[in-house]
């Protein structure tokens, strides 16, 4: 894909609902970090992982506010971000399986829920 796709501008926003656990975003991220295609990609330095505090839309089931939550972004540098970004997207959905799978084992309790989705750079 050209880098004028659009494409070239999307990040990747994993997020977690805000029942889970304080440690399991920074868990999740070392998970995303030991994952092969990943890790190439961050020692290559075309790839940043990010944690950001974001407010979260909506009510919840009380109809409270939602509140702060956590999130993880994967950012896609350079000239190759086009060209590896479904890749990317398709192998970080994988990866967030995996650790909600091995959660699941390791935990208590059922994991939280979460989303890989792309964002593009400017909608933040």
């Given at each position: 894909?050209?880098?004028?796709?659009?494409?070239?501008?999307?990040?990747?926003?994993?997020?977690?609902?805000?029942?889970?656990?304080?440690?399991?975003?920074?868990?999740?991220?070392?998970?995303?970090?030991?994952?092969?295609?990943?890790?190439?990609?961050?020692?290559?330095?075309?790839?940043?992982?990010?944690?950001?505090?974001?407010?979260?839309?909506?009510?919840?089931?009380?109809?409270?506010p939602m509140g702060l939550g956590m999130e993880i972004v994967l950012v896609v540098i350079g000239a190759a971000a086009g060209a590896i970004f479904n890749?990317?997207?398709?192998?970080?959905?994988?990866?967030?399986?995996?650790?909600?799978?091995?959660?699941?084992?390791?935990?208590?309790?059922?994991?939280?829920?979460?989303?890989?989705?792309?964002?593009?750079?400017?909608?933040?």
């Amino acid at each position: 894909m050209a880098e004028g796709d659009g494409v070239a501008n999307q990040d990747i926003r994993v997020w977690l609902e805000e029942a889970a656990n304080p440690g399991d975003i920074g868990a999740l991220r070392k998970w995303l970090e030991r994952e092969k295609p990943i890790d190439e990609l961050l020692r290559a330095g075309e790839l940043q992982i990010q944690e950001r505090q974001v407010r979260r839309r909506g009510t919840d089931e009380t109809g409270a506010p939602m509140g702060l939550g956590m999130e993880i972004v994967l950012v896609v540098i350079g000239a190759a971000a086009g060209a590896i970004f479904n890749e990317l997207l398709e192998q970080v959905k994988d990866a967030v399986k995996a650790w909600l799978a091995n959660r699941r084992d390791v935990e208590d309790g059922e994991p939280p829920v979460g989303g890989v989705e792309p964002v593009n750079r400017d909608d933040g």
